[in-house]
């Protein structure tokens, strides 16, 4: 029951059609790489580049502005950067697909930089790790940790010490290389959807065989 596109810019796409809910749509991307692909001195703003891109917004828009145009939209949509993949998760009702395809398409292409989000996001971060490390439990788990990775110099311990290694640049940086070829990705659509509707198609045409891609494969 699952049909699979390779679009004319080598995109990946996985539709599994489900009968569960009558208005959902789950969507779904990963490519391999991760931080596994990132210098063990940036992985503090790797660990936090999605959370700079969040705040930040997206192409001209802020954050605040972006909540603004989704207001009455039935959406989410969430990148990450793991261990060994980067990916992306979010869904959407039925019409409100072609939205979360928009949302998708400004995110791989027009991260934004706004340094008064980023100064928001790390007092925010700040607050929340002077109370962590006041906290048994977080010390607790903080030795379990290391001691099971063997005390690897890649085992990163979000505390106010590491936090003074974030960059912001740096952080956008290593989001843009790793969101930089969308034909490194698979992209799945599960629910309410038919593959062959012409308007999907068109839809998928537009906002994920629009976006520019490359040869190159990372793993």
């Known amino acids: 029951g699952v049909t699979e596109w390779t679009l004319s810019n080598r995109v990946r796409v996985v539709i599994k059609p489900t009968e569960f809910k009558q208005d959902e ?7 391999k790489g991760g931080q596994s692909l990132v210098s063990t001195e940036d992985l503090v703003s790797a660990a936090l580049a999605t959370d700079v891109v969040s705040v930040s917004g997206i192409a001209d828009m802020t954050m605040t502005d972006l909540q603004k145009a989704l ?13 060994n993949t980067e990916s992306v998760d979010g869904g959407s ?10 949302l998708n398409y400004l995110y791989f292409t027009a991260p934004r930089r706004d340094e008064d ?25 903080d030795s379990i940790k ?9 085992a990163i311990i979000l505390n106010t010490e590491a936090l003074k290694k974030a960059n912001m640049d740096k952080a956008l940086e290593i989001y843009k290389a790793r969101f ?9 659509f ?16 537009t ?3 629009g976006l520019k891609t490359n040869k190159k494969r990372e793993t």
């Open 25 to 31: 749509i789950l969507f779904s991307a990963f490519s």
């Open 71 to 83: 207001t009455g939209k039935n959406v989410s949509y969430s990148p990450s950067i793991n261990a």
């Open 93 to 102: 009702t039925v019409k409100d697909l072609e939205t979360l395809l928009q």
């Open 117 to 141: 989000a980023y100064a928001m996001l790390m007092s925010i971060l700040e607050s929340q790790l002077a109370n962590r490390d006041k906290n048994p439990k977080s010390a607790f788990s």
């Open 146 to 154: 290391m001691m099971s990775s063997n005390n690897s110099p890649r």
């Open 180 to 188: 930089a070829n969308p034909a490194d990705f698979t992209f799945f």
């Open 190 to 205: 599960v629910g309410n959807i038919d593959p062959n509707d012409k308007n999907f198609q068109m839809q998928v045409r």
């Open 207 to 209: 906002w994920l065989g």
